[in-house]
């Protein structure tokens, strides 16, 4: 089978970000498919282009890496999230369907990726002009994602035109891909039928935390400084909706009782450099910030460390599950995530792979006994471990998109027969 994905934020292996096009993608190809993944030169952590001089009249260009096939779309630069970011958009969806003019081949699935929903529909507009099945993968539960983080009011017109959008892309998908656990509950709310529903969360890949590699030197010379210490990380976006203020505030109460917990802030955003000078003005020492790091070193960091944090903000849009990378990633490093939400459930209880927590004090005091009984912090890592091995590998995740590709394109063949293969 042959795969073409459109997903404006995905990168090349070994970049810092969100791997989910490849882990998925490499397993693809072992099992013998094809994979073609569009993707924006511009990448939007680091504000740099990749691939493309400012002197190049090319606007796409393509690269193999590990066999898979990556198609490289020129898109506007931004530096913040203005105008020049909606032109990002839109050169992305116009270049992309030029583009897929033009690449050799012909696919049999198309995947269009919500990050922005114009990724999506250019996913469906490919697959109607190559005769292809279309697959929806909403990662982002558009609109509600902007309603719930404060954006955007409901009545907003802007909304309701995201509204119809999805409602469009929900019908003309063969299938639609969601990554929480309670999404599918959500897409049947909008009437749509279980049988295009496939949960696809997002997965670890175990043998990452089989190979551990050095360091970039200035990160190895500051953790080798705190060896002693009890390192608590957060490795991730630095945007305002990672709610890192939280942790901040819990760093800040740590600092009055107990000078053996130091903080790690590994990741970029907007939000990082008012962070800093916040931590920097309020005199709070026990936190360091770093460059984002290659998702290979990611078990590196993290076997140096020994919890892991997230903060949520309270956003009803989270009663549809979450499905975090890095919390997938503590888990597969085999230690605990203190995790500061308001969900009723999340994969961290689930495992008993670490606590939940309500407030920045709370936190504090989780932090406080996990630092006094590493033993019990320990098994929680492990359950973690467990958990995430058995039910978020990225092979059984290929297996269940491969079945369902392979399903419906027989069921396609089996309806071009019966018209008499007109």
Not at 115 to 135: D, R
Not at 254 to 259: F, L, M, S, V
Not at 339 to 355: A, D, Y
């Amino acid at each position: 089978m042959k795969l073409w994905i459109f997903n404006h934020y995905a990168i090349a292996p070994g970049k810092s970000g969100i791997t989910r096009d490849y882990d998925l993608s490499k397993r693809l190809i072992d099992a013998g498919h094809e994979v073609t993944i569009f993707a924006s030169s511009f990448d939007h952590r680091t504000r740099k282009e990749n691939y493309f001089s400012k002197e190049s009249k090319r606007f796409y260009k393509v690269e193999k890496l590990e066999g898979i096939r990556y198609v490289w779309i020129r898109t506007t630069p931004y530096k913040k999230n203005n105008l020049k970011r909606v032109f990002n958009i839109l050169s992305y969806a116009y270049r992309g369907l030029k583009a897929s003019r033009r690449i050799e081949g012909k696919p049999d699935t198309v995947m269009g990726t919500i990050v922005h929903p114009l990724a999506a529909f250019l996913g469906y507009v490919v697959a109607q002009n190559q005769k292809a099945l279309f697959y929806f993968e909403e990662r982002d539960l558009w609109p509600e994602t902007l309603i719930h983080l404060g954006k955007f009011s409901e009545k907003n017109p802007i909304i309701k035109v995201l509204g119809q959008l999805e409602l469009f892309l929900y019908k003309k998908a063969k299938r639609i891909i969601v990554l929480f656990d309670k999404a599918p509950d959500y897409v049947r709310s909008k009437g749509i039928e279980e049988r295009k529903i496939i949960y696809l969360p997002n997965g670890v890949d175990i043998e990452r935390y089989n190979r551990i590699y050095p360091l970039p030197e200035d990160m190895e010379k500051k953790i080798e400084g705190l060896e002693e210490k009890f390192l608590a990380v957060y490795t991730g976006a630095h945007g305002l909706a990672n709610n890192l203020d939280v942790l901040i505030n819990t760093a800040k109460i740590i600092q009055e009782t107990n000078n053996n917990i130091h903080f790690l802030f590994v990741g970029d955003g907007v939000e990082k450099e008012r962070l800093i000078s916040r931590v920097k003005n309020e005199k709070i020492h026990n936190i360091s910030f770093f460059d984002p790091i290659s998702k290979d070193l990611i078990p590196s960091l993290l076997s140096r460390c020994n919890v892991g944090l997230i903060s949520m903000l309270d956003a009803d849009l989270y009663k549809w599950g979450m499905s975090l990378n890095k919390v997938y990633d503590y888990m597969a490093a085999s230690i605990p995530t203190i995790i500061r939400c308001n969900m009723s459930e999340t994969i961290v209880q689930r495992s008993n792979g670490g606590v939940e927590v309500k407030s920045e004090d709370e936190m504090a005091e989780r932090l406080e006994y996990a630092y006094r009984h590493p033993e019990i912090m320990k098994q929680m890592g492990l359950n973690a471990r467990e958990y995430v091995e058995e039910y978020h590998s990225w092979d059984e995740n290929a297996k269940t998109l491969i079945q369902a590709m392979n399903e419906d394109l027989q069921n396609e063949k089996h309806v071009h027969e019966l018209k008499g293969g007109n």
